[in-house]
């Protein structure tokens, strides 16, 4: 088993927890924007496929890195839009000032 | 500065983007503090993309440009959807997401062979099978959302069996290039069957149990991130990929709890097939209706009244004439809430989305079990397009398919009234007593049209 496994293991099963005790928290009115938000964090697969686009190994890994850049960064884009563009709408019903 | 020297700054840069990620979904638990939630997520988007640019690996840049480019072309759009098609985009972009891991998977492999290694071969096997799944699997999703394909559940004699075989047909090949990973010529093959397998998975699930579906696809499309920052050793990675999958797994638990059923029966159990017949054999019984008129009499003689939206709401596009008759009621004196299933619409948290969009303050919108008890002191409930979260067979009928889940009790509020187009029952093909209840008023019609008419009676004739 390499030692590079272990440690991501480590880290896999640590922000697992965390992930778990930060989400059980989140209201149930934010449902959808959690949804939206952990899927922009999630796109931050570009860092990966940018690597792959630009290190011309092979035009197969090129094509296939050039998708996953596409794809990976359309999500982190559209999905910080439209989790902002929801929580903008979460109005509270008292006024702020008094 | 060397290129060694570089990548230890990246790897700061990228530590950063870790802590912030974590912060991003610490403060998205209150209302108040989320959008700092989404400034910090933006924040570590931007310096992990940015930093990633001055990876000395990179040797051209031309089809990184053009593709970030062609990302923000397609991203910027799904961003500024109208809110009702939240839910196809939201399984578009786990589609887009498992999609990006599976290629990173493949090209890796394809960079790699000759020599990936055993254990190598193992962690881009599974992540590879994951993400494709999942990605084929949410784009049917989507189609479903979107009506490009039949919401109903499309199911045929012995599919779960069927499904399985493809499913292990892929892990098999898997563990095939696990034996010799060199082996080309299986990779592909194994690539298609898990493509074919998402297909096969999503199918035969009906429109009703995608809340649970877009959880799960989503707690996917997280680990499928996961696995790919094990393959590439990159925290990072791990982390986002951790957090994604714990929070559509989280996800997907709360909203089975909700229909009081398992992740196998959602999975294979295509519910409302078998109990077609379950309605037919009952008696015909009789139900009032009411008119316009009547409905608006007796909201604005309420001084409590709690409305239950449902998906019919959402395709009605029935939200900002709900807020009218929020408004018009509130200005009566009259105290209006909202009870939200959490299994209501589409996706978790639809409803909340939808009503926050046309402007009800978020105190208004409360949680099954704090209207629960509300609801025997309440005046009203008035159900917009929900049907089964309301069902009272639930609690009383044991030979219910829908038995022991948890529902919004209006049958307690002492007078109800649903606002339905007609008394065909609703989408899981289940009877619902509560329209039979002495109590009960249906009024029959559009919800956006009869909630406009209420509005008209009530901003008319109702001199309070």
Redesign the interface.
Known sequence: ??S??LS??Y??IL??F???E?????????????????????????????????????P???V???????????????????????????????PNKP | MSSLATVQVLDLI?LV?TVL??L???W????VT??H??LA??I??AL??GA??F?P?????K??I???L????????????Q?TA?PQ??AL??A??A???A??G???Y??GVPHV?R?GMA?IGLEVIIGSLTFTGSVIAAGKLQEILPQRPIVYRGQNFVSLTVLSAAFLLAIALVVNPANTVLFPIMVVIALVFGVLLVTPIGGADMPTV??LL?SY??FS??L???V?????????????????F??SV?MCKAMNRSFTNVMFGAFGQVQAGAGAAKEERTVRSASPEEAAGILAAASTVVIVPGYGMAVAQAQHKVRELFDVLTKKGVDVKFG?H?VAGR????M??LL??A?I?????V?MDEVNSDLPQTDVALIIGANDVTNPAARTDASSPIYGMPILEVDKARTVMVIKRSMSPGFAGIDNPLYYLDKTLMLFGDAKVFVGSIIRELAGGGHS
């Open positions: 088993m390499p590079d496994f991501n293991l880290v896999f922000a697992g965390v992930g778990f930060l989400i059980k928290r989140v209201s149930p009115l934010l449902h959808t924007p959690l949804m939206s938000l952990t899927n922009a964090l999630d796109a931050i697969v570009v860092v990966a496929a940018i690597i792959i686009a630009g290190r011309q190994e092979s197969l890994a090129t296939l890195g050039a998708i996953a850049v596409a794809a990976s960064f359309s999500n982190m884009v559209g999905g910080f839009l439209i989790t902002d563009r929801m929580l903008r709408m979460f109005k509270t019903g008292r | 990228y983007a990620f974590i991003a979904i610490k998205l638990s209150s209302p989320a959008r939630g989404v997520g933006e570590a988007a992990a993309v990633t640019l990876n690996e990179l040797v051209a840049y089809w990184i053009i593709t970030l062609i990302g923000a072309g397609v991203g910027i759009p799904l961003g500024l959807v809110m939240v985009r939201t972009s786990h887009f997401g999609l990006s891991a290629m990173i493949i090209a890796e394809y960079v290694t254990f962690e877009i959880s989503n499309a997280g991130a996961a790919l920052g094990f590439l050793n990159s925290k990072v990675l791990v982390v986002a990929g951790a957090l994604d999958g714990s929070s559509g989280i996800l709360i939200i959490p996706m978790p948290g639809h909340n989305v926050a969009e402007d303050p978020y105190e208004r919108l949680e």
